[in-house]
């Protein structure tokens, strides 16, 4: 499922909105790692530590955001995490530079996952428009402010092999797998970012919606796919609420 992601400016961000494939500083002075294509993609899911610096967090996404990369910061449920980051941009040494910022901070990955933007090779042709969405997304989308991250695999099974299929094959069901998509179009945007080869899943997904529920039915749905039905391998999911950086930590802290 791929939604049109909307570019535009961040209702949580004050930094300038990133120039779509502009480097930007490089980490320490050295030279800037950057995909070919598209930005590099952190998530980090985090408890605070006792000593948890709040205005030493708040400095290194400043910091992060001033170089014109991106972060999102989510209160999470549940017991797995207290704090997500959603951190983006094209130099994989500025996104590493901020991951040690936010330890020295005081925040304990306990998740973590590396992605990089993408176009799905179904997706060749899509209008430029949709194109530069997808690899240059500007997050978080306002008016979702209800989160969802997983990671999923494709299934390599005796049965049922994704990579067995020839290409034609996989690009009818992925072209049935976003017309569902697309009636959430509104309700849930989608970045779908690539994993193969750099982390342990093929791709991590990440869901905005506007209600908590939207992001259920959205999963929901697409499961009776064809396409996910057969062939998908979900991981763990992390879910919570996406707000500017003082109401999520102020959320976390009595």
């Given at each position: ?121 179904y997706a ?68 779908i970012t690539g994993s ?59």
């Amino acid at each position: 499922m791929r939604p049109a992601l909307r570019p535009g400016a961040s209702c949580f961000r004050a930094s300038r909105p990133p120039v779509p494939g502009a480097p930007g500083p490089p980490y320490a002075g050295g030279v800037a790692l950057t995909p070919t294509t598209g930005w590099g993609v952190l998530h980090l899911f985090c408890r605070l530590a006792p000593d948890f610096d709040a205005h030493a967090l708040r400095k290194a996404v400043g910091a992060a955001e001033a170089d014109d990369y991106q972060v999102v910061p989510v209160a999470l449920l549940g017991h797995k995490a207290d704090l997500g980051l959603m951190a983006l941009g094209p130099d994989v040494w500025r996104l590493r530079r901020f991951q040690t910022e936010a330890v020295a901070a005081g925040l304990v990955p306990t998740q973590s996952y590396v992605s990089l933007t993408e176009i799905s090779e179904y997706a060749a042709g899509i209008p430029d428009e949709m194109r530069q969405a997808r690899l240059f997304p500007q997050l978080p989308p306002e008016g979702k402010a209800a989160f969802c991250f997983y990671p999923m695999t494709k299934r390599r099974g005796d049965e049922h092999n994704w990579y067995a299929l020839g290409f034609e094959a996989r690009k009818e069901l992925m072209v049935g797998h976003g017309k569902i998509g697309r009636t959430f179009h509104g309700r849930v945007l989608q970045v779908i970012t690539g994993s193969t080869g750099l982390d342990d899943y093929e791709w991590g997904v990440t869901l905005f919606g506007t209600h908590p529920d939207d992001l259920k039915e959205c999963v929901y749905e697409m499961r009776f796919d064809e396409a996910s039905a057969r062939y998908a391998e979900f991981g763990p999911f992390y879910t919570g609420m996406v707000g500017p950086l003082d109401e999520v930590l102020a959320s976390l802290t009595a």
